[in-house]
């Protein structure tokens, strides 16, 4: 008799070289892409532990749960990861302004044939 | 007297060590996210030449036109860019399944406390 169990594939993301991978935000009502970020293997446990949205800072080389400073958390609602596993999706509720300029998203801007234009 | 011109921003991606920025594909309609890659400036050059999505394979190490052996080109609408130049996002039609699996996006499981789970 083989007893057969499903077992949920196994979570391994594929870092780069830095040990990074790049995390997309986008807003689990409107889904407007908010912003992209990366996380190393600390950022995402602490993501998944807190559902609150920790990232890798490359400018600073440090651990940075967003918000922390400015009170604009993301509270994320799913993760989901792509077919190769150097990449993932959350999907989150922001506290406020995504973006360190105060936008609501960092990606105001349009890429015309001109150059950029605000949305 | 001083003329005044508006002038749209430049635009002046800024691109990692390796030349290459994060590129983030949605659908234009329906606003799920599609895959995520990677593009050099030829690739940027050659998406808003053409309309068609051209990527850098770093798998390959070389220009990718998406849906060159499969047919499934993506479509560009829209290209967004970010506050700090260093991701773009493309809205597209694809032509057809986005994932090299199969799947309409890449993102098809979810992240759960136990691992990964199909969408």
């Given at each position: 008799?083989?007893i057969?169990?499903?077992?949920?594939?196994?979570?391994?993301?594929?870092?780069?070289?830095?040990?990074?991978?790049?995390?997309?935000?986008?807003?689990?009502e409107?889904?407007?892409l908010?912003?992209?970020?990366?996380?190393?293997?600390?950022?995402?446990?602490?993501?998944?532990?807190?559902?609150?949205?920790?990232?890798?800072?490359?400018?600073?080389?440090?651990?940075?749960?967003?918000?922390?400073?400015?009170?604009?958390?993301?509270?994320?609602?799913?993760?989901?990861?792509?077919?190769?596993?150097?990449?993932?999706?959350?999907?989150?509720?922001?506290?406020?302004?995504?973006?360190?300029?105060?936008?609501?998203?960092?990606?105001?801007?349009?890429?015309?044939?001109?150059?950029?234009?605000?949305?």
């Amino acid at each position: 008799m083989v007893i057969k169990v499903r077992m949920a594939d196994m979570f391994q993301p594929k870092f780069d070289a830095g040990g990074l991978l790049a995390a997309v935000v986008s807003h689990a009502e409107t889904g407007a892409l908010l912003m992209v970020a990366h996380m190393n293997a600390e950022a995402i446990a602490k993501t998944r532990a807190t559902g609150r949205a920790h990232f890798w800072s490359r400018s600073r080389q440090a651990l940075w749960l967003k918000g922390e400073t400015s009170g604009h958390f993301l509270k994320v609602q799913q993760i989901l990861v792509d077919c190769d596993q150097d990449c993932l999706w959350l999907k989150a509720l922001p506290d406020g302004p995504a973006c360190h300029t105060g936008a609501a998203s960092c990606f105001f801007r349009l890429l015309t044939p001109e150059g950029l234009e605000p949305l």
